[in-house]
Every structure is written in structure tokens, then in C-alpha cells.
RNA sequence: GGCAGGGUAGCUCAGGUGGUUAGAGCACGGCACUCAUAAUGCCGGGGUCGUGGGUUCGAGUCCCACCCCUGCUACCA
């Protein structure tokens, strides 16, 4: 690859607990515009990882009995089997609790205090503290002397010192980032929430925790404690967790830069503020270069619920993936979270979905083709030349593409209904030659050939522009078409010339069976 | 409480700057066809466009009020 480069990101998922919908949703997006962008000639890196510090898995660890280490190396098996089972084309893997990602954070840490001495500085915090959100509040949250979201809790006032980072003082140059680079945070609304937040004012970041031993020691010793035995505070999640996008790099190492700035951060909207707001501030600070983009995608509700709240969903990642496979479920998804905004998810419209469009749609669509190739052609796709099918599937194409090439965002869902909209043109292209009627008449031979082959290359090109978000059903459908080398691994630049004659056709297991009919009475 | 977005067929959603009978997909009903995973194609039924006012020859589309939903409201992703 010699492409541009790519540099692709996920949130580093909070080893606390299994991989549940919202996790997935999130990988499997990054994962089909990783492996689209490659397609378009990228040079892809795509990172992903696991945050593996703070004291929420420390309690854990301690109520299990065990280490943390032990703890979270087991968590991390956890995701990353699941990362497998889900086909997650992921380059790289970081921990925070990775020597090199901790040793990164120092010196990352170390390099601000150079570059600019001024931005760290101790301060004994005291504050309103709520017990409901374990949040210090500010004055404007505070409604008759309770928190705005727990007004049934008491404020306790607290004290604590700790290291700050001066985040206020960026605040201009965070507005001018966001106004001058319009894509620098994206969906749109996304944006706006930003500009909200940066309108409304900065204030600095408490960055360390004393009494936080499950962290990264924090590597500027504190004048007011020189002595013998200096107290050292832990990295608090802000400089442990962001900079891994950074440590992936091997920065401070020499090269870093080879890979560095990244070119997109997926995150979910919750912390998009963390990536288009601390995070620049903090490479700003550092004199490094900032990512290009960070985009917040939405999140996956089931009856009304967070996936990533803890109570209530009963349901089981696991079996979702297994009622159609890994790669329909990727499909679902993605077709029916618009990835700039919030979905909900339902068995039953996944039961629909499967049974519509890829069963039904697609599926089926393979089966009459390769069919009718074994059955006129023996098998052996004839030369034609180009027919309506060929042109009008083109616009279609090109929409999948920019949907997800950035000029528009990342829109995984337009793209999915984009391809779709090709099936249903071959089906109806089918219906409206007849090529069984054709088969019937050989002063028609040729004309039954233009047809054949228009649905191959038809089916071609659905394999490739689906070998991102399908992988493994793709190569299935490729290989039965006789298709050279892998659809995966066929440029998006070559869609539109694409040619099938010659290869060799096989019919092979229904690509997507239909559902078992439920027992009636 | 503040800010932002939204409420259109059973479900998920489209509907630039106001203009003939409000659209798509899915689901449902009928017909056609047979290459195919009883799949596909065609036709059809189905909507007081959140509520109440207003502007206009004319409003889903503009204005006002109200109701409801969602998001954000920065220190544990």
C-alpha cells in the first residue's frame, strides 16, 4: 500500500464490564469505513484497545479477589475474541496498561511541562460534590442547593489537591479550530453542541487524583511535597486514557510522526466533547499536531434503554450475532442506526431486514444468476457488452462511496440503502429481459448473453461495495461468481470497468437462508 | 432550569426558497411470471402531515402559543 494515509480510531472501551451492542456498533462502523478506505487505496492503520485504569476497575478487581492486571487481561481476551467473532479488521491493539502506552503518557506529560510550563499547576480543589453523578459541580448546575440531575441527594463539600491543566486558556483557540475547520468535529449536530460548550465558557481540568493507585504515576513531582517521600499522585483518565492514540504511534519514539495526526477518531457522542475540545487542547499544549477529524456517532437503544447501562436489557450480544451470523448482523446494524444519530434495536426488524433484503433481496438474487449462468451458459459467463443495468447502477455506486469517503460525513446507512437500491434494479432487470424466455428462442442467444452478463457484473459490484460491511458473505458471492483474487481486496476505482467475461460461475449454498418457519399451530 | 433537534401511512423515514390527487421501503391484499432461497415483478388499500390560532388566492412547507419526545448541559469514555 502507497496510498495516503489513514489513520483510523475507536474509543478504547472501559475494561469494566463484557462487550455489549453500543461497543459493537461503534467497531463495526470504524471497521467498514477502515476497510472501505482501503478499498479506495488507503494505507489504513486502524486502532483499537482497551482503558484499563481508574478506580472503578481497582473496586472491581478487589470484589473478584484478584489482581488488576489479572483482571483486565481477562477483559481484554473478552473483547478482543469478540472483535474477532465480529470480523474487526483492526492493525493494532493498545492497552493503557501496555508499558509503552505508560511511558508514552509520561513523556507526553513531561513534553507539555516543556512546551508549555505554565499549563500545569497544583490546586487544592474544593467543591460541591455529588454523590449521585461523583462529579465536583459548578455553581450554574447547582439549583436550590441540589444538583439538577439528583434532586433528591444532599451536596457534600469536599476538598482534595490536585495537579490542573489550563484548558481555559485555549478556549480561543478551540473556537477558532472549530469555526475555520467546519469538519473538524462532525455530524453537524455534533458541532453545535461543541460550539455551545466553547461559547459557554472553559474551565481548567483537575488531571490527577490523590489515594488512585490503579494509574499511571503522575511524572511531575510536586513542589509542595519535596522530601523524602514525595507524595505521587495517579494520572487521572484524561491524560491516561486520550494519549493512546498518540503511544499507539510509538511516540516519543522517533517515526511517530510516520503515523501521527490521526485522520479520524470514532467515538460515541458522549465523550466527543473529550476529542474536539481536551484532547486538541492538549496536543496544542504539546506543540503536536491535531487529528484531522472526530466524528460522534449515536447510540443503540432496545425498548427505550441504554445498551451500556448496566440494568435492565435482556439481551445477549451473543446470541443477536448468532441468529443470522456475524456478517447480517454487521449488515443490520449499520443499515438500521443511522450513524450520525440514535437507533433502536429489535429482533423483529432484524427478522424482517434479513428476510427482505438479504434472503429475499440479495440472496436470492445470487441464486436465480448463478442458476440460470450454470443452466444457459454451462457455467462460463458470456462476452457481452455493456447493457442499461450497467450505467444505471453507477450513480448508485458512487452514492455508497461518498457516503463514506468523509466529503459528507460518514453515513454508513445512506451508503447500505445505496447498494440496496442495486439489488432491487437486478431483480427487476431480470423480470423485465426474461432471460428464460430468451433461453427458448436461439435466434435470441446473443441478447440472453448481454442479459447474463450485465447480472454478474451486477452481482460483482455488490460484492465489492459490500466487502467492507460484509465480509465474509461478500468473498462467499464472489467466489461462486468465479471471481478473480478477492472482492475485498478489488479497488472501488475499478467498479465501473469491471468485466465477468469468462469467469467461472458455481452455484454454491444459499448465501442467506431463510429463516426456519416459525412452528404454527 | 438553559440550549439544540424532532413530532408525516401499522413500522422506519423522504418531503430546497409555500402551489395540481402528500411519497419510499417494510408489513398487508390481489394479479402476473417461473431463472430462483413459495423467492421476483406489477397493481392496490391505508395518512385530521402533534394541538389550537394566524399570514396568504393557496401551508406538511412561513408566524405565534401550547403539548409531547430526544440530545447536550464538560473531570472517571
Redesign the pocket.
Known amino acids: 500500500m502507497t496510498g495516503e494515509k489513514f489513520y483510523i480510531t475507536t474509543?478504547?472501551?472501559?475494561a469494566?464490564g463484557e462487550p455489549h451492542f453500543g461497543h459493537a456498533l461503534e467497531k463495526i462502523g470504524a471497521d467498514v469505513i477502515a476497510r472501505a478506505h482501503r478499498q479506495m487505496g488507503r494505507n489504513v492503520h486502524f486502532l483499537i484497545g482497551m482503558?484499563e485504569h481508574?478506580?472503578?476497575v481497582a473496586q472491581t478487581a478487589a470484589a473478584l479477589g484478584i489482581e488488576p492486571q489479572t483482571f483486565v487481561d481477562e477483559i481484554a481476551v473478552k473483547f478482543r475474541t469478540m472483535w474477532d467473532l465480529l470480523g474487526i479488521s483492526y492493525d493494532q491493539f493498545i492497552r493503557?496498561t501496555d508499558a509503552p502506552h505508560k511511558s508514552g503518557v509520561r513523556a507526553f506529560i513531561k513534553r507539555i511541562a516543556e512546551a508549555s510550563p505554565e499549563d500545569f499547576y497544583e490546586k487544592e480543589?474544593e467543591?460541591w460534590y455529588c454523590v449521585g453523578?461523583?462529579?465536583?459541580?459548578?455553581a450554574?448546575?447547582i439549583?436550590d442547593k441540589k444538583c439538577?440531575?439528583h434532586p433528591t441527594r444532599d451536596l457534600e463539600w469536599t476538598k482534595e489537591k490536585?495537579w490542573f491543566f489550563r484548558?481555559?486558556k485555549y478556549q480561543g483557540f478551540l473556537s477558532r479550530l472549530v469555526e475555520e475547520r467546519p469538519n473538524f468535529i462532525q455530524p453537524e449536530?455534533r458541532r453545535?453542541?461543541i460550539r455551545?460548550?466553547l461559547a459557554?465558557?472553559?474551565?481548567?481540568?483537575?488531571?490527577t487524583?490523590a489515594r488512585l493507585a490503579w494509574a499511571i504515576p503522575f511524572p511531575i513531582p510536586s513542589p509542595a511535597t519535596q522530601g523524602p517521600s514525595p507524595e505521587v499522585q495517579g494520572t487521572?483518565?484524561?491524560f491516561?486514557?486520550?494519549p493512546?492514540y498518540l503511544t499507539a504511534t510509538g511516540y516519543p519514539a522517533k517515526g511517530f510522526k510516520d503515523r501521527w495526526p490521526a485522520s479520524l477518531h470514532i467515538?460515541?457522542?458522549?465523550?466527543t466533547?473529550?476529542?474536539a475540545?481536551?484532547?486538541p487542547a492538549m496536543l496544542q499544549a504539546a506543540e503536536l499536531p491535531l487529528p484531522e477529524r472526530v466524528w460522534g456517532h449515536g447510540?443503540l437503544?432496545f425498548g427505550?434503554e441504554?445498551f451500556?447501562k448496566s440494568a435492565g436489557v435482556k439481551i445477549s450480544l451473543t446470541d443477536e450475532i448468532a441468529r443470522f451470523g456475524p456478517d447480517a448482523f454487521r449488515y443490520f446494524l449499520l443499515r438500521?442506526i443511522?450513524f450520525d444519530?440514535?437507533?433502536?434495536y429489535s429482533v423483529e426488524?432484524f427478522e424482517?431486514?434479513y428476510?427482505?433484503?438479504?434472503?429475499?433481496?440479495?440472496?436470492?438474487?445470487?441464486?436465480?444468476?448463478t442458476?440460470?449462468i450454470e443452466?444457459y451458459r454451462a457455467g462460463v459467463v458470456p462476452p457481452a457488452a455493456a447493457a442499461s443495468l450497467d450505467a444505471e447502477d453507477g450513480a448508485d455506486l458512487a452514492a455508497a462511496q461518498s457516503a463514506l469517503d468523509g466529503s459528507r460525513g460518514y453515513l454508513l446507512h445512506e451508503a447500505l440503502d445505496a447498494i440496496a437500491r442495486t439489488t432491487?434494479r437486478a431483480?427487476?432487470f431480470?423480470?423485465?429481459s426474461?432471460?428464460?424466455?430468451l433461453?427458448k428462442d436461439p435466434a435470441k442467444s446473443a441478447e440472453l448473453d448481454v442479459v447474463l452478463a450485465a447480472l454478474v457484473r451486477s452481482l460483482a459490484r455488490q460484492a465489492v461495495a459490500l466487502a467492507a460491511y460484509m465480509p465474509n458473505k461478500a468473498e462467499a458471492l464472489w467466489t461462486q461468481l468465479g471471481g478473480p483474487g478477492t472482492a475485498g481486496a478489488m479497488p472501488y476505482a475499478q467498479l465501473a470497468a469491471l468485466q465477468a467475461t469468462g469467469w467461472q460461475v458455481k452455484k454454491g449454498d444459499?448465501?442467506?437462508?431463510?429463516p426456519a418457519e416459525p412452528a404454527s399451530i
Open positions: 474509543a478504547i472501551d472501559y469494566n482503558d481508574g478506580q472503578k493503557t480543589y467543591g453523578c461523583e462529579l465536583f459541580k459548578r450554574d448546575e439549583v439538577v440531575l490536585n484548558l481555559s449536530s453545535n453542541e455551545a460548550l459557554s465558557g472553559l474551565e481548567d481540568l483537575s488531571i487524583r487521572w483518565v484524561w491516561d486514557a486520550l493512546n467515538v460515541g457522542k458522549d465523550i466533547r473529550l476529542h475540545v481536551v484532547w447510540f437503544s427505550g441504554r451500556s438500521e443511522p444519530g440514535d437507533g433502536s426488524r424482517a431486514v428476510t427482505s433484503e438479504l434472503a429475499n433481496g440479495l440472496g436470492n438474487l445470487a441464486s436465480r444468476v442458476a440460470m443452466k432491487t431483480n427487476l431480470i423480470q423485465t426474461q432471460p428464460w424466455a433461453a444459499g448465501l442467506f437462508p431463510r
